[in-house]
């Protein structure tokens, strides 16, 4: 019976990892299609049933008859489906077409002037108020005003029309207006409470509007985001408030123990901190008062670093980059043969996968791909060079390496919902503003999207900061949420001199969750990136005695 149950595992194990790679002949049959445009060939749409699947499917769809396209399995790709939906309804498959139309319509925007003018008369079927809710809420985060108001005009009788119409306006930038009809809608969308807290000016009006949210029957997800928003509001303003609201935000264990806290500490209360949930922030602060001493193994993250700073580095940086080869047949012979757009679109997590990304310049997506194998970098040494990558314009510069892997993944085309551009996310103001220090003449925001732009102004920013602060989590916290508020956090407790000092100044008196958060990223990455590229000692912010110092106290 054991040799029977390690046989099967043999057999399932020996098809896993052949599952994980393309096989060099499929590769070829793929290579020759493409040369002879053959697309229809019942060859290559064998090649469906491989990693090959989506470019399978997109070229098919795009080149074979209807009668071949209207019996291809749907693909992802929303450009793909469009076609075989149009192909079913050319042959006369017209409920299959619905079907497909429909569910294009009801996952992106993208398509809509494609899809409405191929169902020209005939849209009722696509109009269902729970779809038409959801276009208009993508349409407005993506400040896609006209889009949203457009289906809108759809949902006058809509429960929610009041609340997604509310919404629109504060895409749109008209707050006042959008306050109105959020207080309008409140009676029947309690998740309008969220926007009202976020709304109101004064801190009692906001402080009633976040109660009104945590007692209604709102989602959970806006009562978390609310209660962080509003605790970080009131931290250090109004204790007054805090503790109303801490109480409020009971509900939510980590947030609630984190806060209190944050709380203790800045009231020099830090004995308390040891009746609390022993989260990593918990000790972290705990050992930054000298309550307590915790051995720091197991993580790369921000507290181990600071207070049990490793000896050596993962593996060694030659290792690395020796093993950047790939050795997966199939990927090795699309990669020879220039074909990183079919790469692109392979989506099986697989260390070589995630590398033939990482050669092809898809480095967010091989980052994505790696992040599963990350426990296995003394297997896969070259992983690191793709969970950590350096787009050749960054040179060496780790600095703003680590803060372009934070703001973008390395995205070129990347734009966020407030506006930020490119590699390094940087804000249409802001890029005004570098554009006069550095002199250059007739600067538009548009000139951010170019790689080389963006990494100039993004450099000269954080190099910037960084001689302000001299010390680059500080640099990254101005970076994130303003130089201002850094300041103010000095003013408050003081220059940080030791990594217990860094602890408390970013836990404690940086006032943003997020800007908190990205402070302990950035610096995990400063880590990886001065090993790899750098002298290896950049993220040793602090000397010796003072590391030495921080470990025995």
Not at 69 to 86: D, M, Q
Not at 265 to 286: D, G, I, Y
């Given at each position: 019976?054991?040799?029977?149950?390690?046989?099967?595992?043999?057999i399932?194990?020996?098809?896993?990892?052949?599952?994980?790679?393309?096989?060099?002949e499929?590769?070829?049959?793929?290579?020759?299609?493409?040369?002879?445009?053959?697309?229809?060939?019942?060859?290559?749409?064998e090649?469906e049933?491989?990693?090959?699947?989506?470019?399978?499917?997109?070229?098919s769809s795009?080149?074979?008859?209807?009668?071949?396209?209207?019996?291809?399995?749907?693909?992802?790709?929303?450009?793909?489906?469009l076609e075989?939906?149009?192909?079913?309804?050319?042959?006369g498959?017209e409920?299959?077409?619905?079907?497909?139309?429909?569910?294009?319509?009801?996952?992106?925007?993208?398509?809509?002037e494609?899809?409405l003018?191929?169902?020209?008369?005939?849209?009722?079927?696509?109009?269902?108020?729970?779809?038409?809710?959801?276009?208009?809420?993508?349409a407005?985060?993506?400040?896609?005003?006209?889009?949203?108001?457009?289906?809108?005009?759809?949902?006058?009788?809509?429960?929610?029309?009041?609340?997604?119409?509310?919404?629109?306006?504060?895409?749109?930038?008209?707050?006042?207006?959008?306050k109105?009809?959020?207080?309008?809608?409140?009676d029947?969308?309690?998740?309008?409470?969220?926007f009202?807290?976020?709304?109101?000016k004064?801190?009692?009006?906001?402080?009633?509007?976040y109660?009104?949210l945590?007692?209604?029957s709102a989602?959970?997800?806006?009562k978390?985001?609310?209660?962080?928003?509003?605790?970080?509001?009131?931290?250090?303003?109004?204790?007054?408030?805090?503790?109303?609201?801490?109480?409020?935000?009971?509900v939510f264990?980590?947030?609630?123990?984190?806060?209190?806290?944050?709380?203790?500490?800045?009231?020099?209360?830090?004995?308390?901190?040891?009746?609390l949930?022993?989260?990593?922030?918990?000790?972290?602060?705990?050992?930054?008062?000298?309550?307590?001493?915790?051995?720091?193994?197991?993580?790369?993250?921000?507290?181990?670093?600071l207070?049990?700073?490793?000896k050596?580095?993962?593996?060694?940086?030659k290792?690395v980059?020796r093993?950047?080869?790939l050795?997966?047949k199939?990927?090795?012979?699309?990669?020879k043969?220039?074909l990183?757009?079919?790469?692109?679109?392979?989506?099986?997590?697989s260390p070589q996968?995630?590398?033939?990304?990482?050669?092809?310049?898809?480095?967010k997506?091989?980052?994505?791909?790696?992040?599963?194998?990350?426990?296995k970098?003394?297997?896969?040494p070259?992983?690191?060079a793709?969970?950590?990558?350096?787009?050749?314009?960054?040179e060496?510069d780790?600095?703003?390496l680590?803060?372009?892997?934070?703001?973008?993944?390395?995205e070129?085309r990347a734009?966020?919902?407030?506006?930020?551009?490119?590699?390094?996310?940087i804000?249409?103001?802001?890029?005004?503003?570098?554009?006069?220090?550095?002199k250059?003449?007739s600067?538009?925001?548009?000139?951010?999207f170019?790689e080389?732009?963006?990494?100039?102004?993004?450099?000269?920013?954080?190099?910037?900061?960084?001689r302000e602060?001299?010390l680059?989590?500080?640099?990254?916290?101005g970076?994130?949420?303003?130089p201002?508020?850094?300041?103010?956090?000095?003013?408050?407790?003081?220059?940080?001199?030791?990594p217990?000092?860094?602890?408390?100044?970013?836990?404690?008196?940086i006032?943003f969750?997020?800007?908190r958060?990205?402070?302990?990223r950035?610096?995990?990455?400063?880590?990886?990136?001065?090993?790899?590229?750098?002298?290896?000692n950049?993220?040793?912010?602090?000397?010796?005695?003072?590391?030495?110092?921080?470990?025995?106290?």
């Amino acid at each position: 019976m054991n040799k029977l149950l390690i046989i099967i595992f043999l057999i399932f194990v020996l098809f896993i990892s052949q599952s994980q790679a393309i096989e060099k002949e499929y590769a070829r049959k793929f290579i020759n299609s493409l040369k002879n445009k053959d697309f229809c060939s019942k060859t290559f749409l064998e090649l469906e049933k491989t990693d090959l699947r989506e470019v399978v499917l997109l070229l098919s769809s795009s080149s074979c008859s209807k009668e071949v396209v209207s019996n291809l399995p749907l693909p992802k790709n929303p450009y793909g489906k469009l076609e075989i939906a149009k192909a079913l309804k050319e042959i006369g498959s017209e409920e299959k077409a619905k079907e497909i139309y429909s569910e294009i319509f009801k996952e992106t925007n993208s398509l809509d002037e494609d899809i409405l003018t191929e169902n020209s008369g005939k849209i009722e079927y696509l109009f269902k108020p729970k779809v038409l809710r959801r276009k208009v809420w993508r349409a407005a985060k993506n400040r896609e005003i006209g889009k949203a108001l457009f289906y809108l005009d759809y949902l006058k009788d809509d429960p929610f029309y009041g609340y997604l119409l509310a919404y629109t306006l504060l895409k749109a930038g008209k707050r006042e207006l959008s306050k109105k009809f959020f207080k309008m809608a409140s009676d029947t969308v309690p998740e309008s409470f969220f926007f009202l807290t976020y709304l109101s000016k004064e801190y009692p009006e906001k402080f009633f509007y976040y109660e009104k949210l945590m007692k209604s029957s709102a989602r959970k997800s806006f009562k978390r985001l609310a209660s962080v928003y509003i605790l970080d509001k009131f931290f250090m303003n109004d204790f007054g408030l805090f503790r109303k609201a801490l109480e409020l935000s009971r509900v939510f264990p980590d947030i609630y123990n984190y806060y209190l806290a944050r709380y203790y500490v800045f009231n020099f209360q830090c004995e308390k901190l040891k009746k609390l949930p022993q989260s990593r922030e918990v000790r972290a602060l705990e050992e930054a008062c000298g309550v307590k001493h915790f051995k720091w193994k197991g993580k790369t993250d921000f507290y181990s670093l600071l207070l049990s700073p490793p000896k050596k580095f993962l593996v060694g940086r030659k290792s690395v980059f020796r093993s950047l080869k790939l050795r997966n047949k199939g990927l090795l012979e699309l990669y020879k043969n220039n074909l990183c757009y079919v790469i692109s679109l392979i989506d099986r997590p697989s260390p070589q996968n995630a590398l033939a990304q990482y050669l092809c310049g898809n480095y967010k997506k091989g980052i994505k791909l790696a992040l599963p194998f990350r426990k296995k970098i003394n297997k896969y040494p070259y992983l690191l060079a793709v969970l950590y990558p350096k787009p050749s314009v960054f040179e060496n510069d780790v600095y703003s390496l680590s803060i372009a892997r934070q703001e973008s993944l390395f995205e070129k085309r990347a734009l966020s919902r407030s506006g930020a551009i490119g590699l390094m996310q940087i804000m249409p103001k802001t890029g005004k503003y570098i554009a006069k220090k550095l002199k250059v003449s007739s600067f538009k925001s548009s000139d951010l999207f170019d790689e080389e732009t963006n990494y100039r102004f993004g450099s000269y920013y954080i190099h910037n900061l960084l001689r302000e602060f001299k010390l680059f989590p500080l640099a990254a916290a101005g970076y994130n949420g303003g130089p201002s508020r850094v300041r103010r956090a000095i003013k408050l407790f003081k220059f940080p001199k030791t990594p217990k000092d860094l602890i408390l100044l970013n836990e404690v008196f940086i006032p943003f969750s997020e800007t908190r958060n990205y402070v302990k990223r950035t610096y995990v990455n400063l880590y990886f990136y001065s090993n790899l590229y750098g002298k290896g000692n950049e993220w040793k912010i602090f000397s010796r005695h003072q590391q030495k110092d921080s470990r025995e106290h």
